[in-house]
């Protein structure tokens, strides 16, 4: 890190306070919430996460904590993408962790990440949930800047996406791999790629498993992008929707149908999608 680099630490703790989830936040550096929101009622928190300085750049560290109490349920999101710029040799990460305890509820949908030519950069995720706690997780990504016809063709992107003790998922797409890159088992050429969790403390029941791959793969059956996509259950807690797309705004429509797709099947809620994507 040099003297130039930004480090910020946000750290958010949910409580339940009667019917309402309520937050405590702190924040050090140039990362804090923007709003809080009750869209669904007292019983849901919806976040809206900033980065002021509006990229992430060789060596930044972003870091988000998050503990979630027993009854609460919390919607984060960002008002915008988060994009990592060309790198002089240094990392740009950003790195979020959230605890959940029996009986909590997290939605992490943030915006796309854009990698920027030239960049060097970590996208970690890391959810810890206890027996009984259920997530909802997604990682948009586009390669360079597909709407301006900017290629990704140098620098390098690290996704790590863990449940510690049951799933762990960690790549790197390098600019120079075009056997990754290109091939059909690979990206297949396409600059966006998209992924949706639906994550458990505790194994799933086969039929709730069957039923949450069956309302996803409906949704995708309906999508322009169908033929890229699909869903998997890998491993017991972990139901998975995977897309690949030439743009991000087909990529983000696809896994926010499956997203309502899923709350109505799991949690009997409607959609409700951020406010601060529709302003």
């Known amino acids: 890190m040099t003297s130039s ?29 923007l709003k809080r929101l009750y869209p669904e009622g007292p019983g849901i928190c919806h976040h809206v996460l900033v980065h002021p300085p509006g990229g992430v750049v060789a060596g930044d560290e972003l870091r988000v904590d998050a503990q979630l109490a027993e009854g609460t349920h919390a919607v984060l999101t960002t008002p915008g993408a988060t994009r990592f710029y060309r790198s002089d040799g240094a990392v740009a990460r950003q ?58 063709d140098s620098g390098s992107f690290l996704q790590h996406l863990e449940v510690p003790g049951q799933w762990l998922e960690r790549g790197l797409i390098r600019a120079d791999d075009t056997i990754l890159l290109r091939s059909p088992l690979g990206l297949a050429g396409q600059p966006v790629l998209g ?29 322009p992008l169908a033929a890229m996509a699909g869903a998997t259950a890998p491993q017991a807690g972990v139901i998975v929707v995977r897309v690949l797309a030439a743009r991000v705004e087909p990529a983000m429509a696809l896994l926010a149908a499956v997203r309502a797709a899923w709350r109505a099947e799991a949690w009997q809620l409607r959609a409700e999608p951020p406010r601060i994507w529709r302003t």
């Not at 009667?18 to 050090?28: F, I, K, N, W």
């Open 5 to 33: 680099s930004w480090r910020g630490h946000l750290q958010l703790d949910y409580r339940r306070d009667g019917e309402r989830t309520v937050a405590l936040d702190r924040h050090h550096g140039p990362l804090r919430v």
């Open 195 to 223: 992924t949706l969790c639906f994550l458990t403390g505790s194994p799933l029941p086969g039929a709730r498993r069957d039923a949450l791959l069956d309302a996803a793969r409906n949704a995708i059956a309906k999508s």
């Open 95 to 152: 790195q979020v962790r959230l605890h959940l305890v029996a009986g909590a509820r997290v939605e992490w949908l943030p915006l796309e990440a854009i990698a920027h030519r030239g960049c060097i950069a970590e996208n970690q995720l890391t959810l810890n949930l206890q027996p009984g706690a259920e997530a909802m997780a997604w990682d948009v990504l586009a390669l360079g800047l597909p709407a301006s016809n900017e290629a990704f």
